[in-house]
């Protein structure tokens, strides 16, 4: 009876931990990944999604690629320009999309063509690294939604 009530308060302790635990931690996830198949040999652009579930804001703070090296970009005004880092906001959404927020592919060391996937390391402050395949898409695609 002793060993049970023991169990029971040990569980329900870890249960309450977890709880908080899950609440004030970043919980990112990727999804809409995709690369218009590049016109240039040298350089492409990346569109996704990031959702945070949890409770605690992070930062995309660095993207690497086997393809060719890989940048942040904020537009803003209609003008480009790279960043550092990108904020995703707790229980929030950050959007990488054509003509917004964006990744950009330079010194490509292969042109990606249409139907094959780039792989990409996102690395957030918070949440450690995410690799996420990105399918290639053809240069005119659009999706239906979220971007």
Same mark, same amino acid.
């Given at each position: 009876?002793?060993?049970t009530a023991?169990?029971?308060?040990l569980?329900t302790?870890?249960?309450?931990l977890t709880g908080?635990?899950?609440?004030s931690?970043?919980?990112?996830?990727v999804s809409a990944?995709?690369m218009?198949q590049?016109?240039?040999?040298?350089m492409a652009?990346?569109?996704?999604?990031?959702a945070n579930?949890g409770?605690?804001?992070d930062e995309?703070?660095? =993207? +690497?690629?086997?393809i060719g090296?890989v940048t942040v970009?904020r %537009?803003? $005004?209609?003008a480009?320009r790279?960043?550092?880092?990108?904020p995703?906001?707790?229980?929030?959404?950050?959007?990488?999309e054509s003509g917004?927020?964006h990744?950009?592919?330079e010194?490509?060391?292969?042109?990606?063509k249409?139907g094959?996937?780039?792989s990409?390391?996102l690395?957030?402050?918070?949440s450690?690294? =995410? +690799?996420?395949?990105?399918p290639?898409?053809?240069?005119?695609? %659009?999706? $239906?939604s979220?971007?």
């Amino acid at each position: 009876m002793r060993r049970t009530a023991v169990t029971a308060a040990l569980l329900t302790g870890a249960l309450a931990l977890t709880g908080c635990g899950s609440d004030s931690e970043a919980d990112v996830s990727v999804s809409a990944a995709y690369m218009p198949q590049p016109v240039s040999d040298s350089m492409a652009a990346g569109f996704l999604s990031i959702a945070n579930k949890g409770g605690t804001a992070d930062e995309l703070t660095s =993207v +690497t690629s086997d393809i060719g090296e890989v940048t942040v970009h904020r %537009t803003v $005004d209609s003008a480009m320009r790279e960043v550092k880092q990108l904020p995703v906001p707790a229980h929030g959404e950050l959007v990488l999309e054509s003509g917004g927020n964006h990744l950009m592919f330079e010194n490509l060391k292969r042109k990606p063509k249409q139907g094959e996937t780039v792989s990409v390391a996102l690395r957030f402050a918070e949440s450690g690294t =995410v +690799t996420v395949k990105m399918p290639v898409k053809s240069a005119t695609y %659009t999706p $239906d939604s979220g971007h």
